[in-house]
């Protein structure tokens, strides 16, 4: 195998599979799964604009500079221009690991709130900022998540992953006296830096914002360790770093998830009545990894609320949250947007899944609950085939020894479309191979793995399926494959599933936290007649019926899957 570039973002076991397979140019690999720790794309965050009449000239000044200068220098330049006419610009020539690019720092650029944020992000490549979880938050948003604010003049206040500062220079009436910020980042300090003493030009309060990693208390300078380490503050307000894993230990946080491990230490640094606001991943809610934060949360800090953001970030796929948390108090519920519910319903929940849900929307979880009794822990879960080289062992025609196999593109609820692609069955040539009883079952669910929806087909053809596609082989006491089939297809698990996970990924892990109702051998075998008309609304009608749902419930229901 070659020796490449990439080869340090694969697992061992992928790499010992490539070797068995004679994999020789590993490379291919990285950009056909489009492996954003190796993208060198620079995306322009567009959301980061508060005046959109600026995108093209920043975009035009963003494509001549990069590669061609240091990013430090090209924003170190910014700065300087920015300064021009300001009583601090001494203080930033003076730091003497930038140079000035001349002509940057004459050119006249247009008005923007987060003009440097904005340059940062787009010379960084998407890799780059994958790596450092680098995703600022625009000044837009945090207006949003800041306009009811209130502080008081003695408020301490703390972002300990500052990045452009826009968070405590959000903040309105806040002084310079109040802010403290770190980031481990050295350009993003100067950023803050000249944000500071643009936002702050009569200032003599020096700015306590300083060039460490957070997390990493044993890195600390003198400074830190006085105006951080041995603080309190009254408001930590941050957008910590997405993704990856630290060093740092904590033993709250068994998955070293980095912005878990910075709102635990961020926790301990609040004042007795001090509060946590965070921005984070809404993933963080419902993955069964970050059940320790979960835990945290919910046992060891007042929970106040939790509000979901329509706004993404620029190469971010997933949605993000905007949680507060405070260290003084205890309240039994938490505001969900504009509902509260009870803090023991989420406590409650399988790893204590925390549901974007409202009040009406808990109800009929309840009701679902509360009549389901049986699960899917005694099945059969199964991966389809990885081939490890589909381009070379997938046949867009029957060849001799060939057979179909089936997609996540032919999985429709209840039956499999017609198969597109052939295969030759040689287990010893896959990269990843299930049993083959499971794809050999005289009975068998195959189920989309990258979905919105819940979409299960029946096969008792013995089919095979390629890892888009995963196999469930149901052993539910008292309930046939086909009523097993019915009930994950209906809207109401649809409505449970997207209410409780909210997933693009249907996971084996959700899926055994999905109940199913106690029914009698005639109600299963009408249930069953019922399937085999192929009619939904019968189907649904079945369903809601058996879980006695109100006909306000239902519309409620059938309103949000379509």
Known sequence: MNNNKYLETASPATIKNWDRLKIEDTSQKFTSFANKKLSQKNILPKEMFTNKNNIEFISKFVANVNGNYEIKDIIYSVGLNLLSNNPHLKKIQRMESFKTIEWIANTVFPEENDLLGIIYQALLTEGERNVKGSYFTSPNVVEQLVQDLVISSTDKILDPACGSLNFLLGIKNISPEQIYACDSDEICVLISKIKYYLAFPDTNVEPKIYLTDYLQESLYSQDVVENIRNNSFDLIITNPPWGGKTT???????????????????????????????????????????????????????????????????????????????????????????????????????????????????????????????????????????????????????????????????????????????????????????????????????????????????????????????????????????????????????????????????????????????????????????????????????????????????????????
């Open 248 to 562: 740092a230990k904590d033993d709250r946080i068994k998955s070293k998830e980095t912005y878990s491990i910075f709102l635990t230490k961020s926790y301990d640094n609040l004042s007795s009545e001090g509060k946590l606001l965070f921005l984070l991943p809404q993933s963080i809610l419902k993955i069964k990894t970050h059940m320790d934060i979960r835990n945290f949360l919910l046992s060891q800090t007042n929970l106040l609320s939790i509000k979901t953001l329509d706004s993404k970030f620029s190469g971010v796929m997933t949605d993000s949250i905007w949680l507060i948390t405070s260290k003084s108090g205890f309240q039994s519920n938490i505001k969900i947007n504009k509902d509260y519910i009870p803090k023991d319903y989420f406590i409650n929940q399988p790893n204590m899944i925390i549901s974007i849900i409202n009040e009406f929307e808990k109800q009929i979880l309840h009701q679902y609950e509360l009549l389901s009794k049986k699960n899917l822990n005694n099945s059969i879960f199964a991966l389809g085939i990885v081939t490890g080289d589909n381009k070379n062992k997938l046949f867009s025609e029957q060849i001799v020894d060939s057979e179909p196999i089936y997609t996540g593109k032919e999985v429709s609820p209840y039956k499999l479309m017609t198969a597109k692609k052939y295969i030759i069955y040689d287990r010893k040539n896959f990269q990843q191979v299930a049993k083959d009883e499971y794809y050999r079952a005289p009975e068998k669910l195959i189920y989309k793995f990258i979905s919105k929806k819940l979409s299960f087909s029946y096969d008792n053809q013995q089919s095979l399926v390629l890892n888009s596609a995963n196999i469930l082989i149901p052993k539910v006491e008292g309930l046939t494959i086909i009523n097993v089939m019915g009930f994950l297809n209906s809207k109401l698990f649809q409505f449970v599933y997207h209410k409780i996970f909210g997933d693009m990924k249907i996971l084996k892990g959700n899926l055994l936290n999905l109940k199913f109702p106690l029914i009698t051998q005639e109600q299963s075998s009408e249930f069953d007649r019922i399937i085999t008309t192929g009619k939904q609304e019968l189907i649904d009608d079945y369903v809601f019926n058996l879980y006695n749902l109100t006909d306000n419930q239902i519309n409620y229901i059938l309103e949000e899957i379509n």
